[in-house]
């Protein structure tokens, strides 16, 4: 039997049959393993040992909260087999500290994903080390260049923040909107904050694919749609979900990356593709572990959990 300890948001958001943490934990749960979780807050430092107030889980299908703790106890990150990172995204200042305190049981400890690899891989910018499978793309908070990349692109291009998630602050420029340099300025906030721009894609109405990888090989995937008027296709802004094939291309983007991911230690990863092109890398807490199991009717978390076990 593993000890398995979540880092993660309060079990309070916890939405019983959506959330990948949830899955994961009740499969390390129904495997044997015993199950804890902790909030970021709760990992400290003292004498040159990582400690961390964890609590005991317990799960009850269909009630309200279907997430239960027990006491808190103060215990040693190292004591643990795995640690899993799922404190949703942004990454911001704490999430950074976490990785940096996590440094602590390097070598001790399984944490997934990899603290220094967290910090190597934003989300957006890490696709740029694959960008033969890439948008086309400008990086940069330059308002002059942006304004050039869109009109050489045809009018049109989608703009992201470099930090955000979920969906948050991504919309079509278009050089014949009136409001086309206030949204760039506020997107870079005056030319002081990178973003980034890419070629709008014109399938994306038919939806991005969230492939999950596990050790850099494809456990499924997912296509979610956008609803009418909307180009995001996240699950919470109504995207629908829909059963996925991998195609070949899909498969020659995962075999290019496997080993930069390897390296990188980022074992459990989502990739989001449209129209066979890059658009992200999830590694901070990548979802859809659920919603993928139903389409294809297949415990995908299970399969996480029996993947770690044998590695043990």
Request: net charge negative.
């Amino acid at each position: 039997m593993a000890r398995h300890l979540f880092i993660m948001d309060p079990v309070s958001t916890v939405v019983e049959d959506q959330d990948t943490s949830f899955a994961l934990m009740l499969a390390a749960k129904r495997a044997g393993h015993s199950v804890e979780h902790a909030l970021v807050q709760g990992v400290s430092w003292s004498a040159g040992e990582l400690t961390v107030q964890a609590h005991d889980v317990d799960i009850a299908l269909g009630s309200t909260p279907p997430v239960r703790l027990g006491s808190g106890t103060q215990r040693a990150v190292a004591t643990y087999d795995v640690v899993w990172i799922r404190k949703d995204p942004p990454f911001d200042d704490s999430y950074l500290w976490l990785t940096l305190l996590l440094e602590h049981v390097r070598g001790q400890v399984e944490v997934l994903n990899d603290p220094r690899g967290l910090r190597e891989a934003n989300e957006k910018l890490y696709t740029l080390h694959f960008r033969e499978f890439m948008p086309q793309s400008l990086v940069t908070a330059d308002l002059s260049l942006i304004g050039d990349f869109v009109a050489d692109r045809g009018g049109k291009a989608v703009l992201k923040p470099v930090d955000g998630h979920g969906g948050e602050g991504v919309f079509v420029l278009q050089s014949a909107d009136p409001n086309f340099t206030p949204l760039v300025e506020s997107a870079t906030r005056l030319g002081s904050r990178v973003v980034m721009v890419q070629e709008f894609l014109p399938n994306v109405r038919l939806g991005d694919k969230r492939i999950l990888l596990m050790d850099g090989e494809i456990l499924g995937g997912l296509v979610r749609v956008p609803p009418n008027g909307e180009i995001r296709s996240n699950i919470h802004v109504g995207g629908s979900v829909h059963r996925a094939e991998i195609t070949l291309r899909e498969r020659e983007i995962v075999e290019t990356m496997a080993p930069r991911l390897a390296e990188d230690g980022l074992r459990f990863v989502g990739l989001d593709v449209i129209d066979g092109m890059l658009s992200e890398v999830n590694v901070t807490s990548p979802t859809g572990i659920q919603q993928m199991s139903k389409l294809d009717g297949r415990d995908y978390a299970a399969d996480v959990i029996r993947m770690l076990s044998a590695q043990a």
